[in-house]
Nanobody, 115 residues
């Protein structure tokens, strides 16, 4: 059974930082592209960042160099370091795992950026 467990969300002030983590089980982690998506109220889910099996990173334009995605294959874990957070970053953030078939999703972790 595939399971992705997201964690690390919370309430942070504008300009602050958070580090999200996602632990995967039930998949051969090293052969999956891992990613982070987000969904704000009333909006569609959108890609934030993803990292391939070879470590190639892709970021959405709105990240603007503020976020860093990384993976630790020994721990079956993917991270998203988020810096210089803005109110517009408020959303539920979802971990994803994808190879050739459907995407697997984490349960989501809420990130709220507010003063």
């Amino acid at each position: 059974q595939v399971q992705l467990v997201d964690a690390g969300g919370g309430l942070v002030q504008p300009g602050g930082s958070l580090r999200l983590s996602c632990v995967a089980s039930g998949i051969a982690f090293t052969i999956y592209t891992m990613g982070w998506y987000r969904q704000a109220p009333g909006k569609q889910r959108e890609l934030v960042a993803r990292i391939t099996t070879g470590g190639v990173r892709e970021y959405a334009d709105f990240v603007k160099g503020r976020f860093i995605i990384s993976r630790d294959n020994a721990k079956n874990t993917v991270y998203l370091q988020m810096n210089s957070l803005e109110p517009e970053d408020t959303a539920v953030y979802y971990c994803s795992a994808q190879r050739h078939g459907p995407i697997y999703w984490g349960q989501g972790t809420q990130v709220t950026v507010s003063s």
